[in-house]
T-cell receptor, first 119, second 115 residues
Framework: DSGVTQTPKHLITATGQRVTLRCSPRSGDLSVYWYQQSLDQGLQFLIQYYNGEERAKGNILERFSAQQFPDLHSELNLSSLELGDSALYFC??????????????????FGPGTRLTVL | DQQVKQNSPSLSVQEGRISILNCDYTNSMFDYFLWYKKYPAEGPTFLISISSIKDKNEDGRFTVFLNKSAKHLSLHIVPSQPGDSAVYFCAASADSGGSNYKLTFGKGTLLTVNP
């Protein structure tokens, strides 16, 4: 158990709908990352938050958005869903995202994922 | 453009022997490298990491080697056990300024350890 929780575990919805995925980081971790894993792709970085602020964006579609709340939990919102959005969505957290100019302490701990199926 | 490549989608090894998983990268800005293990229906689990200032890091049965000039790293598992059967992801991180340290992952190698 990594200490990162994600809800729901499974989500089945229809095209055009909107869903919200939720993530609670490990106790004390300030940084939250969202990743997408599709069938034929590895883990693709979507977005990072650090202490409530957006820090980095990866291959995140404009239809997707995220936020990190004061209690450090994060939500990923996916709207106007398409069939191709079906994937595993992972949340990860880390304590200090880099220290002294070297990416030390950047071990990210992953939650169990949310499997999204768009029909 | 795939910056982290794991060219072997799968590897099969006999129990007790050495497993060697390879990873190549193209971005010279990467300064931290990690290996994750993933079982079906679970999230990736952190295994071992190495900073670019080192060329070797060891943790029990797991050793990661980094060859910066070749932009290559490898994970050695000795001895391999059936419970090691999983997908192994190589990942890399770079200081992109501020607190931005996203991980760039390879596509993974499925390791099967046969009893």
């Amino acid at each position: 158990d990594s200490g990162v929780t994600q809800t729901p575990k499974h989500l089945i919805t229809a095209t055009g709908q909107r869903v919200t995925l939720r993530c609670s980081p490990r106790s004390g971790d300030l940084s939250v990352y969202w990743y997408q894993q599709s069938l034929d792709q590895g883990l693709q970085f979507l977005i990072q938050y650090y202490n409530g602020e957006e820090r980095a964006k990866g291959n995140i579609l404009e239809r997707f958005s995220a936020q990190q709340f004061p209690d450090l939990h994060s939500e990923l919102n996916l709207s106007s869903l398409e069939l191709g959005d079906s994937a595993l969505y992972f949340c990860a957290s880390s304590l200090y995202p880099g220290l002294a100019g070297v990416s030390s302490y950047n071990e990210q701990f992953f939650g169990p994922g949310t499997r999204l199926t768009v029909l | 453009d795939q910056q982290v490549k794991q060219n072997s989608p799968s590897l099969s090894v006999q129990e007790g022997r050495i497993s060697i998983l390879n990873c190549d990268y193209t971005n010279s800005m990467f300064d931290y490298f990690l290996w994750y293990k993933k079982y079906p229906a679970e999230g990736p689990t952190f295994l071992i990491s190495i900073s670019s200032i080192k060329d070797k890091n060891e943790d029990g049965r797991f050793t990661v080697f980094l060859n910066k000039s070749a932009k290559h790293l490898s994970l050695h598992i000795v001895p391999s056990q059936p419970g090691d059967s999983a997908v192994y992801f190589c990942a890399a991180s770079a200081d992109s300024g501020g607190s931005n340290y996203k991980l760039t992952f390879g596509k993974g190698t499925l390791l099967t350890v046969n009893p």
